[in-house]
C-alpha cells in the first residue's frame, strides 16, 4: 500500500496547455509539500500545506496553484505551461514533531514540448 | 540566501572501501540536518538525521555534525555497489522546521 502516491508518473504536454497533478498520502501526516527537481537535480521546495492551509511559497510564478482539500490530498495546477517547467515534480508529507522527516512520492516527470 | 553546499562529485570508491560525503550550510541558526539517498530515476528516501554535535551511528551509516564549522558529512563503511546512488544533505533552518533546503546531491559510486 503506497504511503505518498502521485499521479500521473508521466506528463508530455505542449507550451501554453494547463496540467494538474494529484497527490494523496495515507500516512497522517499533518503537513504536505510540493518540490521540483530539474535536469540539474536540484531538488527545490515550492508549496507546503499545514492541515490544508499554506505554510510555505516560494518564489514560485502564480501560473502554479497549489490546492488541498484535505490534509491527506494536494494538487497541483500549472497553467500555460512554459519549457522550464519541465522537470519532475514530487509530492512529499511530514508530520513535523521532533525531526520533519519527509516521505517522497515516486515523482511526476513533466516534458514541456 | 540560506545555502546548503555539497560537493557535486561523481565520488568513486572502490567495494569495501569508506566513502565520505561532505555538506556545508550557511544559516548558522540551523537546527536538524539529514541526509538522503536517491536512486536514478527514484525519489529521495531518508538515511538519517542529526541535531546534535558529534556523531550518530546507524548501522554502515554515521553522520557528523560540527555546527561551530557550519559542516555535516555521512560516511559509509564498507561500500557495496548498492550503494551507489546521489546523497543529497538537507537542512532545516531555525524558525522554520517545515522548509528543509536540499543541497544539490553528491553521486557515489561504488565498483565492485
Known amino acids: 500500500d503506497t504511503a505518498v502516491s502521485q499521479t500521473p508518473k508521466y506528463l508530455v504536454t505542449q507550451m501554453g496547455n494547463d496540467k494538474s497533478i494529484k497527490c494523496e498520502q495515507n500516512l497522517g501526516h499533518d503537513t504536505m509539500y510540493w518540490y521540483k527537481q530539474d535536469s540539474k537535480k536540484f531538488l527545490k521546495i515550492m508549496f507546503s500545506?499545514?492541515?490544508?492551509?499554506?505554510?510555505i511559497n516560494e518564489t514560485v510564478p502564480n501560473r502554479f496553484s497549489p490546492k488541498s482539500p484535505d490534509k491527506a490530498h494536494l494538487n497541483l495546477h500549472i497553467n500555460s505551461l512554459e519549457l522550464g517547467d519541465s522537470a519532475v515534480y514530487f509530492c512529499?508529507?511530514?508530520?513535523?514533531?521532533?525531526?520533519?522527516?519527509?516521505?517522497f512520492g515516486a515523482g511526476s516527470r513533466l516534458t514541456v514540448l | 540566501q540560506k545555502e546548503v553546499e555539497q560537493n557535486s562529485g561523481p565520488l568513486s570508491v572502490p567495494e569495501g572501501a569508506i566513502a565520505s560525503l561532505n555538506c556545508t550550510y550557511s544559516?548558522?541558526?540551523?537546527?536538524?540536518f539529514f541526509w538522503y539517498r536517491q536512486y536514478s530515476g527514484k525519489s529521495p528516501e531518508l538515511i538519517m538525521f542529526i541535531y546534535s554535535n558529534g556523531d550518530k551511528e546507524d548501522g554502515r551509516f554515521t553522520a557528523q555534525l560540527n555546527k561551530a564549522s557550519q559542516y555535516v558529512s555521512l560516511l559509509i563503511r564498507d561500500s557495496q555497489p548498492s550503494d551507489s546512488a546521489t546523497y543529497l544533505c538537507a537542512v532545516a533552518g531555525q524558525g522554520s522546521n517545515y522548509k528543509l533546503t536540499f543541497g544539490k546531491g553528491t553521486l557515489l559510486t561504488v565498483n565492485p
Open positions: 512529499a508529507s511530514s508530520q513535523v514533531t521532533g525531526a520533519n522527516v519527509l516521505t
Open positions: 544559516d548558522r541558526g540551523s537546527q536538524s
Open positions: 500545506y499545514n492541515n490544508k492551509e499554506l505554510i
